[in-house]
């Protein structure tokens, strides 16, 4: 009995000093899961490439209703407490909120401690050479099923040798949906979860739009090409895309304060041609990309004022049904956030 006692003891002070992440398992209501990092360190510079990413996976099974002493002689005497092999997903990613991967592959198990059952090691290697930027950002998640996923693990991040620099990104500093509905159209939206635009299928005369800002300070003075990236996440009817108009806000706006009875007004006009229509828009849980390049450059070359855009609902011959996305004041999905990506 005493040496049980001092092997718990012991446990206890050794997993008590590991960094680690605990989540809830929402495939399996019984265990929880422990994500920890194994190499590179997080924030570890001069890697070079290729590198072996490593980390380790533990469930820790309480379905032996809460009995930690019969779990501790599973270990002990090397019962199997019947962990299965779950594979792993792993991003890798230019960009810390995961807007595009350089990698998304899925990875087996590479060892299983053979004391401590359930505690499984996975490895993998990551090589690209289509990319030179300095910080590289990945994480990890557990696959239970073909389309069932535990949560993401917290965001490690290397810098590799040779890189040249972040990628040209910035998310939206400002965001807010607003309605012509004579019930709301005085209320503000600044601080909601999603930004919507379109009408609902039983009320085509109730217009839902969205403004859309973005800070240039720390991006290029001139681009290739710039798109704003947006997360598609609902519709008002399951399987309708909704066309989309992209304008050029002309005045100043808070994104706490407007309303659509204090809306700016924007141009009729998209940086001095036509206005973006995209028909169709993003399927729902997936991005879709405006490429604002021309209206990017007159921005940073004093043309244009950058008020941000107006994402409004397309033409009347077309479909017009509600579509929701995230916006940057979104708790859940802070990942899917709204980004403005630029390439010089």
């Known amino acids: ?26 495939y399996d209501s019984d265990r929880d899961v422990k994500m920890t990092l194994n190499s590179p360190l997080d924030e570890q510079t001069d890697v070079p490439l290729p590198v072996v990413l490593s980390w380790n996976v533990e469930f820790n099974n309480t379905s032996n209703d809460g009995n930690d002493f019969l779990a501790l002689l599973q270990t002990l005497f090397e019962m199997d407490p019947g962990f299965t092999r779950y594979p792993c997903q792993v991003q890798v990613s230019e960009s810390r909120g995961f807007s595009s991967t350089l990698k998304d592959e899925v990875v087996s198990v590479l060892e299983e401690d053979a004391l401590d059952k359930g505690n499984f090691t996975y490895a993998y290697t990551f090589s690209y050479s289509g990319s030179t930027v300095s910080d590289l950002y990945w994480r990890v ?15 490690w991040t290397f810098t590799r040798i040779g890189g040249t620099g972040a990628a040209n990104e910035a998310a939206a500093s400002a965001d807010c949906y607003i309605t012509n509905d004579s019930t709301y159209e005085s209320l503000n939206y600044g601080s909601d979860e999603y ?69 700016p007004s924007y141009s009729s006009v998209y940086s001095g041609s036509s206005s973006i229509n995209y028909w169709p828009s993003a399927t729902d849980g997936s991005y879709l990309d405006i490429n604002i390049t021309s209206l ?32 940057r004041d979104s708790a859940v999905y802070p990942e899917y956030k709204p980004l403005l990506i630029v390439t010089e």
């Not at 040496?3 to 960094?19: E, G």
């Not at 998640?141 to 965001?155: F, L």
């Not at 009817?237 to 407007?258: D, K, Q």
């Open 1 to 26: 009995m005493a040496v049980i006692a001092l092997f718990v003891a012991s446990s206890v002070l050794v997993f008590s000093c590991l960094p680690n992440v605990m989540f809830d398992n929402p």
């Open 141 to 155: 998640r557990v696959q239970y099923d073909t389309a069932a996923y535990g949560s993401w693990s917290d965001t």
């Open 195 to 263: 930004l919507r635009v379109g009408n609902l299928p039983y009320d085509t005369t109730r217009e839902y739009y969205f403004l859309l800002k973005f800070d240039l300070t720390s991006l290029p003075p001139v681009a290739s090409s710039a798109s704003i990236r947006l997360f598609a996440v609902g519709s008002s009817t399951s399987g309708y895309p909704t066309s989309l108009m992209v304008y050029r806000i002309l005045g100043s706006w808070s994104e706490s304060i407007v309303t659509h009875n204090s809306r």
């Open 296 to 327: 990017y450059n007159d921005w940073m070359d004093g043309t244009y004022t950058n008020y941000g855009v107006a994402v409004v609902p397309g033409t009347s011959s077309v479909n017009l049904y509600q579509k929701d996305f995230i916006s």
